[in-house]
């Protein structure tokens, strides 16, 4: 599952479907600055300003699993 997170309330269409064309199971979250629950996320959107963080999990132990999420994350275009 690949985590992504942003300051609308609406998921970005294009890069949703960019992720899942590549065949990665995407979880979207909203970040209100009010309700910031001191998550990495939202750390990286509020303070950062940008929505280039990817979380990305995994079973444990499951490391060619992550490895590949990786590889076809780092091909897209984002």
Do not use: F
């Not at 949703?16 to 209100?32: C, M, P, Q, T």
């Not at 509020?46 to 963080?53: I, K, N, P, S, V």
């Not at 490391?63 to 897209?76: A, F, P, V, Y």
């Amino acid at each position: 599952m690949v985590y992504i997170a942003g300051l609308s309330r609406k998921a970005p269409r294009n890069k949703l479907h960019r992720l899942k064309s590549a065949g990665l199971n995407v979880k979207y979250e909203w970040v209100d600055p009010q309700h910031n629950d001191c998550s990495m996320s939202n750390y990286v959107l509020l303070y950062r300003h940008t929505d280039r963080y990817y979380n990305i999990e995994t079973e444990t132990g499951a490391t060619s699993t992550q490895r590949e999420m990786i590889r076809r994350l780092l091909k897209l275009p984002l």
